[in-house]
């Protein structure tokens, strides 16, 4: 390549730079690099890019010189192998020559369009970004056939580097735009007042909330008109000794607001000094603490009654600070101590010597467990007079569960502790002959299994035997005195109150079951036999939580064995019925199609068979999806990017779904490969949309995740291994668990009647079912809703996404053999191939096929039904059929497959399968394609007999 053009190109490049950082557009920089483009050739030639989005489509075309009607049908062409030279360079990442356009059969989309504007050669490369990501492709178009050569190679080249950089100018010009618009606002935005002063201390800026809370701009010196009267004087010596100092400005003053009132703000500010130290410039902020100076008000007003509260207290009040030390006591403890409570060791003055050694240690031992602390001792009055108190205190703890300090109590229990003297003396007098009788009694209350307790009819614990603490792991002196209703579960309550009227009434309980609360936060079961006498109950419970359980799990079994049932019984419904409807509508489908080709010159005709067509396209859906929902569809899965997958059905979902919802799909990095039907995944995909647009009325945002997940074993009825995790999520009204119990089953919707067949989402559900995966839904009346699919990962090679069929409809003069049961099938196929020029012969079973095939005849392929009668099955007759004529084609055709040529849904490797009903251009195509590729040679067998 010659210097100069290299030079001219270079300056071109940087003429647009330059164009570009000045503010111009990015097609008028574009628009110097391809006319110095176009200006190396020799030949006429135009120059121009196709400039790609975020999605990998086409965006815009800037081609100085290209017709406006030409730069429209660019933009029409898409991404993708044998579409177009623009198509493919985006597609595959590599150039693309097309010497001459008149003989360029691979391109497919926009030739026509090229050649009516004069063109006959192009050339097309990708223009890549810095990071290896396609911006655009760059296309020479030539008014005469010709190929590169090596200097137009390096020519074409140097263009697309050229335009490479003005494109990532121009990006990198609005990203700074976007970043300074952003920090603007996040400035003006803050929830404190943000401000600058120069280093002399005057105000150069200040945020607009300033202005919005007291209506002046506060620049110079206008902040302190706001300052109230009494800290004007405060506020500014404070900035003063700042200023001079240079250290930071902290303080609380009062600002006068819009309105009048005064508000407490914090205002704050730091220097920013250069490397040698100077300062340079003061940043400040100022924020409104008016709710923390209320709160500051309410505190000492709540100090204040709690002093009053403890000082009215019957009972003497002390606080303790974490470690132990007191430091404060109420009214009480000082007339009953003295004034010196809190002084001179007053406390433990106080306390009787033969009980402080013992206080001390379980003071010690409860500060360390930080465990609440209770004790019996003596303490000594004014009057040197001890009484017995019960001194309690328990910790209050932080946000973090730190004890921050202690809070007790002094009892006096002097009274109390005198009758239980006497009491005690009164018992020892009994204790033998106690003993005597409860001996019995006892080995029997300690060795029952059963919980035997005794209780008041408020509910009070009196008596539990061992097996109390055997089931629930409480210590029996816990459970004294205790109300045991505390320990039932909240569900319970209601009807243990009932049983305890009953009993009050005189009615035993034979059986009552309910639900106790386990030391660990779990619950037993316990069935009780109870009674009720002289006040008392008297109860027996039995542990039966695993006899509940038991039963449990056997209800959960038989619930899924008969759902197991059902949908087998549905599938064997589903596929018999299949089988025949399917046969049935390609006979009202062929003959249709091929009526359409005798009326297309009455437009009424044409109307009425249109209708009939569509309706028995309805059918064919319908049979579709009754047939994924019972998990017997035929699946051709590939190792498939559902990343990829995804983002190509974003416009059909945008389309789908309308304008007024924003989708925003999000695909995680490193997201790994999946083995499943593409087609039938975006037809998942599609339903999903089109439920969440139904549940957002049409407005909303629907957003679609996709990222990796490994699962725990037994987790969501899925096996434990790494799978791909699809989220589709919607801000519709959302779902009741009702309806999500069952908004798989076929035929269940909650649309109005006539807006839909209910089989969308059981479809869906048998889809990913069938290939291995999960799907399950979360959501809550009112919060939208949330639909995921895992499905397994495989680390198998990426395919090539199937191509669907298109193109234009043609026939042939190749021989086809038929192999249909159904005569009027047979006749319809029969007809559709003979219009189509190819030659047919038939047979109406596989035993008759094979016959034929046996005879010598040519075949160059072989359409077969999957399910025929007689002892020779559909694959079998292929197997054999292959041995005789290696090079034929096969394609089988079935509305239902019985599991001959797939297993597990999936169809065998190799085999091609065209479901019934299908149309005219289906088979056609199809035919077509296994005829062109069916052997390396492309001769066909028949040809080469003949």
């Known amino acids: 390549m010659h210097a100069n053009n290299i030079i001219t190109l270079l300056d071109a490049e940087h003429a647009a730079i330059g164009l570009i950082a000045a503010g111009a557009p990015l097609s008028a920089g574009l628009d110097k690099i391809l006319l110095a483009a176009a200006a190396q050739s020799d030949d006429a030639m135009s120059a121009c890019i196709l400039l790609l989005d975020e999605a990998d489509r086409f965006s815009s075309v800037i081609g100085p010189g290209l017709a406006p009607e030409y730069q429209l049908a660019l933009l ?47 050339w097309a490369a990708p223009v890549f970004g810095a990071r290896g990501h396609i911006l655009g492709v760059l296309g020479l178009l030539f008014h005469v056939s010709k190929h590169p050569t090596q200097t137009e190679t390096d020519l074409m080249q140097v263009t697309a580097r050229s335009c490479a950089h003005a494109i990532e100018r121009d990006l990198a010009g609005k990203s700074l735009l976007e970043s300074e618009d952003h920090f603007r606002h996040a400035h ?12 002399d201390g005057r105000v150069d800026y200040v945020a607009r909330r300033w202005r919005e809370w007291t209506g002046a701009s506060g620049l110079g010196g206008g902040a302190a008109a706001a300052v109230h009267p009494d800290d004007l004087a405060r506020t500014r010596a404070a900035w003063r000794q700042a200023l001079a100092s240079g250290l930071a400005y902290d303080i609380e003053h009062r600002i006068r607001l819009r ?46 009654e709690f002093r009053s509260l403890a000082d009215a207290m019957p009972n003497q009040a002390w606080l303790a600070r974490q470690d132990g030390a007191l430091y404060c006591v109420n ?28 206080a001390r240690a379980a003071w010690a031992r409860a500060i360390v467990a930080g465990a609440a602390y209770e004790i019996e001792l003596r303490l000594r009055r004014a009057d040197a007079v001890y009484r017995h108190f019960l001194v309690r205190a328990v910790p209050v703890r932080g946000e973090n569960g730190a004890t921050v300090r202690w809070v007790g109590t002094n009892t006096d229990v002097q009274e ?78 209601a009807c243990t109150v009932r049983q305890f009227a009953r009993l009050d009434e005189g009615v035993a309980t034979l059986r009552f079951e309910n639900r106790y609360r386990h030391r660990d936060g779990g619950y037993r079961w316990l069935s009780w036999t109870a009674a009720g006498s002289d006040g008392l109950i008297h109860a027996i419970g039995r542990d039966i939580s695993d006899e509940k359980e038991a039963r449990l799990a056997l209800a959960l079994s038989e619930q899924a064995l008969l759902q197991s049932q059902k949908l087998e019984s549905i599938g064997k419904l589903t596929g018999g019925v299949a089988h025949d409807f399917n046969n049935v509508l390609q006979i009202i489908s062929a003959n249709l199609q091929l009526l359409q080709l005798t009326v297309s010159a009455s437009p009424a005709a044409m109307s009425r068979v249109e209708t009939a067509i569509a309706a028995v396209e309805r059918g064919a859906k319908l049979s579709s999806q009754l047939l994924a929902f019972a998990r017997r569809q035929p699946l051709k899965p590939l190792v498939t990017d559902l990343g990829r997958l995804v983002r190509s059905t974003a416009e059909l979902f945008q389309r789908a779904i309308g304008e007024t919802i924003t989708t925003e799909i999000r695909v995680g990095a490193g997201l790994w490969h999946a083995l499943i039907d593409p087609n039938q995944m975006e037809n998942v995909l599609l339903n999903l949309a089109l439920n969440a647009r139904d549940a957002m009325q049409g407005r909303g945002r629907l957003s679609v995740e996709l990222d990796n997940v490994t699962l725990d074993a037994q987790q969501i009825d899925l096996a434990a291994g790494d799978y791909v995790r699809l989220a589709v999520t919607d801000t519709g009204h959302g779902m009741e668990q009702d309806v999500i119990d069952k908004i798989f089953e076929p035929f ?139 090079d034929m084609a096969v394609l089988f055709t079935s509305g239902y497959t019985q599991n001959a040529i797939m297993q597990g849904g999936r169809l065998d490797p190799g085999v091609e399968l065209l479901s019934k009903p299908y149309r005219r251009e289906d088979l056609a195509r199809k035919v077509r394609q296994l005829l062109t590729s069916r052997s390396s040679s492309g001769a066909s067998v028949a040809q080469q007999q003949r």
Request: glycine residues 10%.
């Open 416 to 493: 109390q502790k005198n009758a239980l003297d006497k009491l005690a003396y009164l018992n020892f007098s009994l204790e033998i002959e106690v003993a005597n009788r409860g001996a019995d009694r006892d080995r029997m209350w300690q060795l029952s299994t059963d919980i035997m307790l005794v209780a008041d009819f408020g509910g009070m614990i009196i008596s539990v035997n061992p097996a109390w603490t055997g089931i629930l792991a409480r210590p029996e002196g816990e459970a004294l005195g205790m109300d045991f209703l505390q320990l039932v579960h909240p569900d319970d309550r």
């Open 331 to 358: 009214q009480r403890v000082d007339d009953y101590i003295g004034a010196d409570a809190l002084t001179n060791g007053g406390w433990a003055r106080a306390i009787h010597p033969d009980d402080l050694a013992r």
């Open 76 to 122: 029409s062409c898409q991404t993708g192998l044998r579409t177009s030279p623009f198509g493919t360079a985006a597609f595959s990442g590599s150039p693309v020559f097309s010497g001459d356009i008149v003989q360029d059969q691979a391109w497919t989309q926009g030739r026509k369009d090229a050649l009516v504007q004069g063109f006959r050669a192009c």
């Open 188 to 199: 003006e935005l803050n929830a404190h007042t943000l401000w600058t002063a120069q280093a």
């Open 748 to 886: 269940f919707s909650t649309k109005r009647e006539g807006e839909g067949t209910g089989l969308g989402l059981s479809m869906a559900y048998g889809f990913i079912k069938q290939s291995g995966g999960h799907i399950k839904v979360s959501s809550e009346a009112g919060r939208g809703a949330t639909f995921e699919v895992f499905l397994p990962r495989t680390q198998e090679r990426l395919a090539d996404l199937r191509v669907g069929l298109s193109g234009p409809v043609l026939g042939g003069n190749e021989t086809i053999l038929v192999v249909e049961d159904d005569p009027h099938v047979q006749t319809a196929v029969v007809d559709m191939l003979h219009g189509l020029g190819y030659a047919v012969l038939k047979a109406n079973s596989a035993e008759g096929a094979l016959t034929v095939i046996k005879s010598g005849q040519a075949i160059d392929l072989l359409l077969t039904d999957v399910v025929m009668p007689g002892e020779l099955r559909s694959p079998e007759l292929v197997r054999l059929a292959k041995i005789l004529l290696p």
């Open 259 to 304: 309105d009048g009132q005064f508000h407490w703000m914090r205002s704050r500010a730091m220097a920013r000094r250069d490397e040698r130290g100077v300062l340079l410039k003061w940043y400040g902020s100022t924020e409104d603490i008016e709710a923390l100076w209320q709160a500051r008000a309410a505190l000492r007003d709540s100090e204040s």
